[in-house]
């Protein structure tokens, strides 16, 4: 279940993060607000905030695109908590991103991304979506440097 939260939220996150600044947004932000209102009034509120300060920073921002990758995590935690608490979320989150993907220019549809990797029984995954991944496999530490025993004195170069 867990995997299916998270993949949902990821799902719903990129897609409310892409639909910000582009005509469809009034109808984004009115289907996400709507979607919390399973939250308390000062919750509720402090993400219809959110909404409209992270649509601005897209739409005033020189490269919109990388304001929309650093918020995507952003509001990945947002929904994942609220599906963790109101699991019966799940369905509306469904609903509202058919819907708001429908509305998004071809751009942001391009733009959208889903990625899922599951590692299982001591497995491991490395992926990236739009970035690097590096791994390092053995030692952290540097080899030994080899200690001059005392009595061998390097010949002298002539």
Do not use: K
């Given at each position: 279940m867990f995997e299916?939260?998270?993949?949902?939220?990821?799902?719903?996150?990129?897609?409310?993060?892409?639909?910000?600044?582009?005509?469809?947004?009034?109808?984004?932000?009115?289907?996400?607000?709507?979607?919390?209102?399973?939250?308390?009034d000062i919750q509720r509120a402090a993400v219809e905030s959110q909404?409209?300060?992270?649509?601005?920073?897209?739409?005033?921002?020189?490269?919109?695109?990388?304001v929309r990758q650093d918020l995507v995590p952003v509001w990945r935690l947002q929904l994942a908590a609220l599906l963790r608490q109101h699991p019966d979320a799940?369905?509306?989150?469904?609903?509202?991103?058919?819907?708001?993907?429908?509305?998004?220019?071809?751009?942001?549809?391009?733009?959208?991304?889903?990625?899922?990797?599951?590692?299982?029984?001591?497995?491991q995954v490395f992926a990236s979506l739009g970035g690097n991944v590096i791994v390092h496999h053995g030692s952290a530490l540097p080899p030994p440097v080899p200690s001059a025993v005392v009595g061998d004195e390097p010949e002298a170069m002539e």
């Open positions: 299916e939260v998270a993949a949902l939220a990821m799902t719903g996150a990129t897609t409310v993060v892409a639909a910000m600044a582009t005509d469809g947004w009034s109808t984004a932000r009115a289907r996400m607000a709507g979607l919390f209102r399973r939250a308390d909404l409209d300060g992270h649509a601005a920073l897209v739409a005033s921002s020189d490269d919109a695109e990388a799940a369905e509306e989150l469904q609903l509202l991103v058919r819907e708001i993907q429908e509305q998004l220019p071809s751009a942001q549809q391009v733009w959208q991304q889903r990625q899922t990797n599951i590692a299982r029984d001591h497995g």
